[in-house]
């Protein structure tokens, strides 16, 4: 059995320092907080980036919603001007949802309504036994009307055949 010199054992401060002598300490511990920090910027990034992500997605549905809702209005003032000749549903509108500017057009049979920003973002209603262009049909009535949510007032006129989406000028 052999026995270890005790004299040839380093002192445990080399270990943990290495060959230093103990003159890295500083260095490791400012390397540590160093790491810890940008761990916690990593974390806090991705919470950032998340949040923000969420928000769009959410502004996004609140902004159809609320097209959705226009849309709604506007087939109901078709639905009641097309009842009867010459009449017309009056009302105004928001300036801009969600701090977008829209557009409502009448297409074939359906409202459209759509960011301008952005056509991508809309919503299309259909209309019942509405058409755009020839109306040979006795049964059915023309659309038509483009109107911009700048207008702020808008008129959906019927003559008894044709619906007309269009500016309300105020004075």
Do not use: W
């Not at 002192?11 to 890295?24: I, T, Y």
């Amino acid at each position: 059995m052999s026995y270890v010199d005790a004299e040839k054992i380093p002192p445990l401060d080399k270990l943990v320092s290495g060959s230093h002598d103990g003159r890295m300490k500083g260095q490791y511990l400012i390397l540590g907080e160093i790491l810890l920090f940008a761990f916690g910027l990593a974390i806090a990034n991705y919470v950032i980036f998340s949040f923000q992500r969420t928000e769009g997605r959410t502004n996004e549905v609140a902004l159809k919603d609320n097209f959705q809702l226009i849309a709604n209005m506007l087939s109901t003032a078709v639905i009641k001007t097309s009842e009867s000749a010459n009449s017309s549903v009056r009302f105004f509108l928001p300036e801009k949802i969600s701090g977008r500017t829209y557009a409502i057009s009448f297409k074939s049979d359906s409202v459209i309504v759509f960011d301008l920003d952005n056509p991508e973002v809309n919503v299309i209603q259909k209309l019942f036994n509405i058409t755009q262009g020839n109306c040979i049909s006795d049964n059915a009535f023309c659309s038509s009307g483009d109107v911009v949510s700048t207008a702020k007032s808008i008129e959906v006129f019927s003559d008894g055949k044709t619906v007309i989406l269009r500016r309300l000028r105020i004075t």
